[in-house]
């Protein structure tokens, strides 16, 4: 129950309708037992400064950052975690009295999700559709864990270029157009496969990235950030073709449960989280 000793905790975005973070940050707050609010703010993109003055003058403990103010926010944050400066978005910020933080915590998501299913990303090849924010955070994950190289495909190669210059001194990173011949040669290669561009997600569902599955070796594990619906049309396919697959949600709840302990300073069990999404999801 809310009380005058309530902390507030939220999340920043606009649009802000669509988003799960309310949903499993309460119920990891309602399972540890903690005296914390959590909602949705609508900021639209020229109210980032007075929102942020807001969240500061309310005494908000800390908020998630959803599109399109990721990378904005930087330029008014006090302090950036390395990663979250590398990778040039921030999804969650932190005040101690007055001073804020900004972190991305999808690197930690995309990892512990990897865990999860007991996929080692030391060595192995990696191929990624996609080079926007999702991707950078996906990038930065593969080369702290030491993928042996990163292969991006996309629709538009020169865009994805500074991706690769970014994080070029940490990985052999190479960017084809996903139609090439080329890339279609280097999918024959990959131990892993992950979708980062929205393809497939709901309510788009019959969408796909141009992606000739059959070209992977059966035991690649197919990877899409998508989580609505839980199985994309490349996830299903996949499935079908025999790949073990991941979809998007063990990330989101990965994420939500960094977040979580960055806010409150308490671990919480990620399958809380999960849980709370799946369900949402269910009832949509
Ligand atoms: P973003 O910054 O907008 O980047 C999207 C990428 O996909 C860009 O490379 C874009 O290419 C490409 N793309 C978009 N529409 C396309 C189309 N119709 N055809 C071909 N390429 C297209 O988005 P994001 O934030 O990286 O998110 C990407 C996906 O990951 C979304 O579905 C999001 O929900 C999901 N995601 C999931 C998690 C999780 O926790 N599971 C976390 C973050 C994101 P151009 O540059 O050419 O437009």
């Given at each position: 129950m809310l009380s005058a000793k309530t902390k507030n905790l939220g999340i920043i975005g606009y649009p802000i309708g669509h988003t799960l973070s309310p949903i499993m940050q309460?119920?990891?707050?309602?399972?540890?037992?903690?005296?914390?609010?959590?909602i949705a703010l609508l900021v639209p993109p020229g109210r980032l400064v007075p929102a942020l003055e807001g969240l500061r003058a309310l005494y908000f403990?800390?908020?998630?950052?959803?599109?399109?103010?990721?990378?904005?926010?930087?330029?008014?944050?006090?302090?950036?975690?390395?990663?979250?400066?590398?990778?040039?978005?921030?999804?969650?910020?932190?005040?101690?009295?007055?001073?804020?933080?900004?972190?991305?915590?999808?690197?930690?998501?995309?990892?512990?999700?990897?865990?999860?299913?007991?996929?080692?990303?030391?060595?192995?090849?990696?191929?990624?559709?996609g080079a926007g924010g999702a991707a950078r955070a996906v990038t930065w994950a593969l080369c702290k864990r030491r993928?042996?190289?990163?292969?991006?495909?996309?629709?538009?190669?020169?865009?994805?270029m500074a991706l690769a210059n970014d994080f070029k001194e940490f990985a052999s990173i190479d960017v084809y157009d996903w139609n090439s011949e080329e890339f279609k040669a280097q999918l024959g290669e990959a131990d892993i496969l992950i979708?980062?561009?929205?393809?497939?997600?709901?309510?788009?569902?019959?969408?796909?990235?141009?992606?000739?599955?059959?070209?992977?070796?059966?035991?690649?594990?197919?990877?899409?950030?998508?989580?609505?619906?839980?199985?994309?049309?490349?996830?299903?396919?996949a499935e079908e073709l025999g790949h073990p697959i991941i979809n998007g949600e063990a990330m989101l709840a990965y994420q939500g449960a960094e977040s979580f302990r960055l806010f409150t300073g308490v671990e919480t069990d990620a399958q809380i989280m999960l849980n709370a999404v799946r369900q949402a999801l269910a009832s949509e």
């Open positions: 309460e119920a990891a707050l309602e399972a540890a037992g903690l005296d914390y609010s959590y403990r800390g908020w998630n950052v959803t599109i399109p103010h990721k990378s904005t926010i930087i330029q008014f944050l006090d302090a950036i975690d390395p990663d979250a400066k590398l990778i040039g978005a921030v999804n969650t910020v932190v005040n101690d009295g007055g001073a804020i933080t900004g972190y991305n915590t999808d690197v930690i998501g995309f990892l512990m999700s990897l865990a999860a299913a007991n996929f080692n990303l030391k060595g192995r090849r990696a191929v990624m559709l993928a042996a190289s990163i292969t991006i495909g996309v629709r538009n190669p020169s865009k994805a979708n980062a561009t929205p393809l497939g997600m709901s309510p788009k569902v019959d969408e796909m990235p141009p992606i000739e599955l059959e070209r992977l070796w059966e035991g690649a594990l197919v990877y899409d950030l998508v989580y609505s619906p839980s199985k994309t049309k490349l996830l299903l396919k």
